[in-house]
Nanobody, 113 residues
Framework: VQLVESGGGLVQPGGSLRLSCRAS????????MSWHRQAPGKEREWVAI????????NYADSVKGRFTISRDNAENTVFLQMNSLKPEDTAVYYC???????WGRGTQVTVSS
């Protein structure tokens, strides 16, 4: 199982980023996927989740209305569109196959002026 996150970077408050997570080593289209993040000095927290078909979505209250999770099962990829970014969104972002403890290296998102 391999999960490779990308798309992070430095962005000003109010800006946007689109994260991608390319999965391999399992039947991606059959699994619920999620995004998580870990800020410096804090525990890793759940951000968003999407069911295998993309029909079911849910978000942490802290990102609801600003972030959108989606997936492309043909490309084995899950996305996180992040809009109206705030400094408190600064963290390393990870994707995960729901129910399994496999993690990628993550991608750093820094929101700062």
């Amino acid at each position: 199982v391999q999960l490779v996150e990308s798309g992070g970077g430095l962005v000003q408050p109010g800006g946007s980023l689109r994260l991608s997570c390319r999965a391999s080593g399992f039947a991606f289209s059959g699994y619920t996927m999620s995004w998580h993040r870990q800020a410096p000095g804090k525990e890793r927290e759940w951000v968003a989740i999407i069911t295998s078909t993309g029909a079911g979505l849910n978000y942490a209250d802290s990102v609801k209305g600003r972030f959108t999770i989606s997936r492309d099962n043909a490309e084995n990829t899950v996305f996180l569109q992040m809009n109206s970014l705030k400094p408190e969104d600064t963290a390393v972002y990870y994707c995960k196959r729901h129910g399994y403890d496999n993690w990628g290296r993550g991608t750093q998102v820094t929101v700062s002026s």
